[in-house]
């Protein structure tokens, strides 16, 4: 298959939007925590009755939750989307890889005089493609996106050669860690951060911690009851989900509460996501719903996540918002947040933090093509939705408010005069992107 041309400067995108830099005074600090593989239903805040997540919940009380934010179906697609603004068809060349000739908002951040780090699963240096990327084992990767320091799993070790929960395997400022059966992945990244933040509490500072949780394998965690046998550590099974997520949101109460210790947490952004749905052998409930998890697939339970952010300062009461986020719109918002004059795929959202009048995304985009075996590259397409209506590349349009698992595509024939607008509207975003061609 051809590689799709990478954008090497990002004032070369012709159909990008400009974003017009805001200048704040007092720069706010900004932690961004991306969960893996954890869909919006799994946070009490949305209205799981499976699983309490109170830290994460106190943050949108307080914040904002955002009720329709949209990622991409799988890790590596959405960390090159979030990570860059840009849509997959620009710059998503291989799954586990993100190109050096790419421009991050690490290097956003750190450009803006940000200090700068990133801590947890990386699997973006190609390790998985080493004959064909001859810089898979460059260990400054990290570095060269814009981020000063790193605590990584998965960087220049692909993940059979070392684990991310008990004694794992992680790669620190260019030195492999040595770790024991008693350690345990999210606390070495979580402990990192929080030294970080210590070390840096005197100037603004970008922390980027996509989480390891709540991936498989489904282990215990050291809060789990079978932590205590050594020989369980690695047993995976889907019962310990529930801990995973509960040890999740253990982590964001650890790093918020460290905020407010260093009396930082009134002018810090925290911005809670995760990268796609959850895996499909879990099912979660959602009220009174069953949710299977979409992990991988382009349905809403594969890209519906959550979305919780908090900033003190700026955010004096808790709200919902009900409007579209798709994650081509981080990248624009940190720049606005930074001060930074940026070209990019997505839509700044920073005023509706602000309390500025902020014009609602109509329409999300999703360019799908994981390239990644045989289960997830089935579900390879493109679709452009708004809040109720969803149209994808090959035709098929759903009524998302009557149908989200997509069951039932609308028949062209009986549709109402308004939905045969929308439809023709959906097909007119959809042209402006280069389709994505058949195997």
């Known amino acids: 298959m051809k590689k799709p041309a990478l954008v090497i400067n990002s004032l070369l995108l012709l159909s990008a939007a400009s974003c017009t830099p805001t200048?704040?005074?007092?720069?706010?600090?900004?932690?961004?925590?991306?969960?893996?593989?954890?869909?919006?239903?799994?946070?009490?805040?949305?209205?799981?009755?499976?699983?309490?997540?109170?830290?994460?919940?106190?943050?949108?009380?307080?914040?904002?939750r955002f009720s329709n934010c949209v990622s991409q179906p799988l890790c590596t697609p959405s960390r090159v989307k979030i990570m860059t603004g840009l849509y997959n068809h620009r710059n998503y060349d291989y799954f586990g890889h993100l190109n050096t000739n790419q421009y991050t908002f690490g290097n956003l951040m750190q450009d803006a005089g940000y200090a700068t780090c990133i801590a947890g699963k990386w699997q973006l240096n190609g390790a998985y493609h080493k004959d064909e990327i001859p810089d898979w084992n460059d260990n400054t990767k990290p570095n060269q996106f814009g981020f000063d320091e790193y605590c990584l799993w998965q960087l220049t070790k692909a993940g059979s050669e070392g684990g991310r929960y008990a004694h794992p395997l992680i790669e620190q400022n260019g030195q492999v860690?040595?770790?024991?059966?008693?350690?345990?992945?999210?606390?070495?990244?979580?402990?990192?951060?929080?030294?970080?933040?210590?070390?840096?509490?005197?100037?603004?500072?970008?922390?980027?911690?996509?989480?390891v949780l709540v991936h498989d394998p489904f282990v215990p965690t050291p809060d789990s009851e079978d932590w205590s046998n050594e020989t369980?550590?690695?047993?995976?099974?889907?019962?310990?989900?529930?801990?995973?997520?509960?040890?999740?949101?253990?982590?964001?109460?650890?790093?918020?509460d460290k905020l407010k210790e260093l009396n930082?947490?009134?002018?810090?952004?925290?911005?809670?996501?995760?990268?796609?749905?959850?895996?499909?052998?879990?099912?979660?409930?959602?009220?009174?719903?069953?949710?299977?998890?979409?992990?991988?697939?382009?349905?809403?339970?594969?890209?519906?996540?959550?979305?919780?952010?908090?900033?003190?300062?700026a955010i004096k009461k808790g709200f919902t918002y009900e409007n579209l986020i798709e994650f081509s719109d981080f990248f624009p918002t940190l720049a606005d947040v930074a001060g930074k004059a940026v070209e990019t795929d997505g839509k700044s959202f920073y005023p509706l933090l602000t309390g500025k009048n902020n014009e609602a995304r109509e329409t999300a985009f999703v360019h799908y093509d994981p390239?990644?075996?045989?289960?997830?590259?089935?579900?390879r397409n493109q679709f452009v939705r708004t809040l109720d209506y969803k149209l994808y590349q090959d035709g098929k349009f759903y009524n998302l408010t009557q149908d989200h698992l997509e069951k039932h595509p609308l028949n062209t024939d009986s549709l109402s005069q308004n939905e045969r607008q929308i439809r023709t509207k959906l097909e007119q975003e959809l042209k402006k992107h280069p389709r994505l061609s058949s195997n």
């Open 232 to 256: 369980l550590r690695n047993k995976n099974d889907t019962a310990y989900f529930r801990d995973m997520v509960a040890y999740t949101d253990k982590i964001v109460g650890k790093l918020t």
């Open 371 to 379: 390239q990644w075996g045989k289960n997830v590259n089935r579900y």
């Open 23 to 64: 200048i704040t005074e007092n720069k706010p600090n900004v932690l961004l925590i991306m969960a893996d593989d954890m869909g919006y239903e799994c946070l009490s805040a949305y209205g799981s009755t499976s699983y309490a997540t109170p830290n994460i919940d106190q943050l949108a009380s307080v914040g904002v």
């Open 177 to 211: 860690l040595e770790t024991s059966a008693e350690d345990y992945g999210p606390d070495i990244f979580a402990n990192y951060i929080l030294d970080f933040m210590v070390r840096n509490q005197e100037k603004p500072f970008f922390v980027y911690y996509p989480m």
């Open 264 to 313: 930082l947490y009134e002018n810090t952004l925290v911005i809670f996501t995760g990268d796609n749905g959850t895996h499909p052998t879990i099912y979660s409930k959602l009220a009174t719903e069953t949710i299977q998890g979409g992990k991988g697939n382009t349905i809403d339970a594969g890209t519906h996540v959550p979305l919780v952010i908090s900033w003190p300062q």
